[in-house]
């Protein structure tokens, strides 16, 4: 056998072949080694899957070396400049792009289920008023699998695409209405005559204007984040979404838990403050000197899979520009600019590959949009929604994929004898 691992176990002397398929070896033939026959069989010890596939996939291809970012083949620079976010969802959730009469139904589709029934707008309006986004986010999209309860004949193939719809539509809906109720402002319906990214920008912002005309360069750029955040392979939100075969708002819904903490969709917001903290460019060699000690972290720099620059990073500084054409220059772009040349030229930076991140530049944009840092991760998460879709209707339909179930190395007491509290407290 050529494609196989030979495998020596040093406790009995015996040999495994193993094969190899697609530069993987699959868990369960390692479970087949064992001591003896009353032992477990080898298991693979592997804290936050640095080292393991867990599926299948043809959504997205990364090659963090080379610094390669693919939705469906299609290189991630091309499609935030020639691209839209609708076009994009569309490749993701069905595997190509759309000819022009599936894209304008698509496009009709999703404009015409923006709204969602009143008894959403009921249930938001009953948070507390400091609420944040992100928990009304994630408790909004869950109670949708309340108000659709076919969405759970998940092998229906009409009925998931109409979820699908539902879910990218009213996404934009749920996350306006979690930044006005934290305003105490009214919440605004969507505007069927706008597109998708415009729309969702006049929910923001509209007062008591008869109509929002968003400036284009500011919908261009907003549009281009949503592309960039559309998907990224097998992350902790998408392994939430994929670990159960559950109708796709509750699935979607866990997605949005998982980004909800700050080792995943609130990094942005750690790179603004750490920027506020720096203050000035004169205070850059003292920060500089602190991360090299170990007593500062230099936030927005490096990624668990990239060990390039991050293309998505090159495409946001350039948005970036463009928002600030209309916004006026954040003063913390100087910062960031300075910091980025020093970690691109200083060998300590570069010899460890800590190269810009996504958020290094995001958090700039959404603040310039005037959007509070706690919003964020909820833009983040309304643009992921089509990629954890593609990678839930992967799930749904891949025969291979079972519900997820870590094996543990138990490390706790064993066959201890029980006392009765009457003995215990006596």
């Not at 907003?222 to 994929?242: G, K, T, Y």
């Not at 570069?350 to 919003?375: H, T, W």
């Amino acid at each position: 056998m050529t494609d196989s691992l030979t495998v020596r176990d040093n406790r009995t002397g015996q040999e495994y072949d193993v094969p190899i398929a697609d530069g993987a070896i699959k868990a369960a033939d390692l479970g087949k080694i064992k001591a003896d026959e009353d032992s477990p069989g080898l298991a693979i010890y592997d804290p936050g899957f640095v080292n393991t596939a867990s599926c299948r996939s043809s959504v997205t291809y990364i090659d963090g070396e080379k610094g390669i970012l693919e939705y469906r083949g299609y290189p991630i620079e091309q499609l935030a400049e020639k691209s839209s976010f609708l076009e994009v969802a569309y490749l993701l959730v069905h595997g190509e792009l759309p000819s022009q009469t599936q894209h304008e139904q698509w496009v009709h589709d999703i404009t015409f289920h923006t709204f969602v029934h009143e008894n959403v707008k009921t249930f938001m309006q009953g948070f507390r008023y400091d609420a944040h986004p992100m928990g009304m986010l994630m408790a909004g999209t869950g109670a949708l699998s309340t108000f659709y309860p076919d969405a759970r004949n998940i092998n229906d193939h009409d009925v998931r695409y109409l979820q699908i719809i539902r879910m990218i539509a009213k996404m934009p809906t749920l996350g306006a209405w979690a930044f006005r109720h934290a305003q105490g402002k009214p919440y605004v319906y969507p505007d069927n005559e706008l597109s998708y990214t415009e729309n969702f920008l006049a929910m923001l912002f509209k007062m008591s204007e008869q109509k929002y005309n968003a400036d284009e360069r500011l919908v261009k750029a907003l549009d281009v984040l949503f592309i960039l955040h559309a998907d990224h392979e097998q992350n902790c939100s998408a392994n939430a979404v994929r670990s159960s075969q559950v109708d796709p708002y509750s699935a979607v819904a866990a997605g949005i838990g998982a980004l909800y903490g700050p080792l995943h969709g609130g990094a942005n917001e750690s790179v603004l403050r750490m920027l506020r903290r720096i203050g000035t460019k004169d205070n850059i060699p003292d920060f500089i000197n602190g991360v090299k000690n170990g007593d500062e972290r230099l936030m927005g720099f490096g990624h668990r899979v990239y060990k390039n620059y991050d293309p998505r990073a090159r495409i946001i500084k350039k948005a970036a520009e463009d928002v600030f054409e209309v916004t006026g220059t954040n003063p913390l772009l100087d910062i960031a600019l300075e910091l980025e040349k020093i970690a691109l030229e200083d060998e300590y930076f570069v010899s460890r590959k800590l190269y810009p991140n996504v958020d290094f530049y995001s958090g700039l944009i959404y603040e310039a949009f005037q959007f509070p840092p706690e919003m964020f991760t909820v833009l983040f998460a309304i643009g992921r929604t089509p990629g954890w879709l593609a990678q839930w209707l992967e799930l749904v339909q891949d025969k291979e994929q079972k519900i997820a179930r870590p094996k543990q190395i138990y490390t706790g007491d064993r066959e201890l004898t029980f006392t009765p509290a009457s003995e215990r407290w006596a």
